[in-house]
T-cell receptor
């Protein structure tokens, strides 16, 4: 039961360009959404989050957009840097329930 | 501030055996969640413990179990191992609960079942 879906297993972009990672969800009860980044041999680390009462949250080069009607969120990285190369997981939770993760998207930023 | 510590980091077992994995959360964190990561499946939620009580449980068979001690350290156990149990098992801690905000993950325990 994949309630959080990341349909693109991989994405490759040129350094300096924009990276857009997408995530769809099916559970309309989700009210909190997060993105995590994972490097090889390390655990995922929190990147950015957004509450369902907002449609955008920005933190430096990272911006998350939420479209509740489409049950879709996206992570924009501008400008992309080689150090951003990692696996990005989208996650969502509903009140008092556990956090559900997508399958991840592997981002490669080429110099 | 020490991070989340998982032991062992790597282990190899054979089918039918059982395994116990350990997780020490960040000091002060009362919630510990366990996830299974396999290629193409992302992070699958196993269960969450909060103040020694199981708060939530994912869709895994009863062979997967866990517990949490009074010092918030947690263990998960997998009995009668199957080849498909080979995965990276990640533990994450948080202060108030996994649903409330960011999780702090350990580096994981990589289990190989032969």
């Amino acid at each position: 039961d994949q309630q959080v879906k990341q349909n693109s297993p991989s994405l490759s972009v040129q350094e300096g360009r924009i990276s857009i990672l997408n995530c769809d969800y099916t559970n309309s009860m989700f009210d909190y959404f997060l993105w995590y980044k994972k490097y090889p041999a390390e655990g995922p680390t929190f990147l950015i989050s957004i509450s369902s009462i907002k449609d955008k949250n920005e933190d430096g080069r990272f911006t998350v957009f939420l479209n509740k009607s489409a049950k879709h969120l996206s992570l924009h990285i501008v400008p992309s840097q080689p150090g951003d190369s990692a696996v990005y997981f989208c996650a969502a939770s509903a009140n008092n329930n556990d956090m559900r993760f997508g399958a991840g998207t592997r981002l490669t930023v080429k110099p | 501030k020490a991070g989340v510590t998982q032991t062992p980091r790597y282990l190899i077992k054979t089918r039918g055996q059982q395994v116990t994995l350990s997780c020490s959360p960040i000091s002060g964190h009362r919630s510990v969640s366990w996830y299974q990561q396999t290629p193409g499946q992302g992070l699958q939620f196993l269960f969450e413990y909060f103040s020694e009580t199981q708060r939530n449980k994912g869709n895994f068979p009863g062979r997967f179990s866990g517990r949490q001690f009074s010092n918030s350290r947690s263990e998960m156990n997998v009995s009668t191992l199957e080849l498909g149990d080979s995965a990276l098992y990640l533990c994450a801690s948080s202060w108030r609960g996994s649903h409330t905000g960011e999780l702090f993950f350990g580096e994981g325990s990589r289990l190989t079942v032969l």
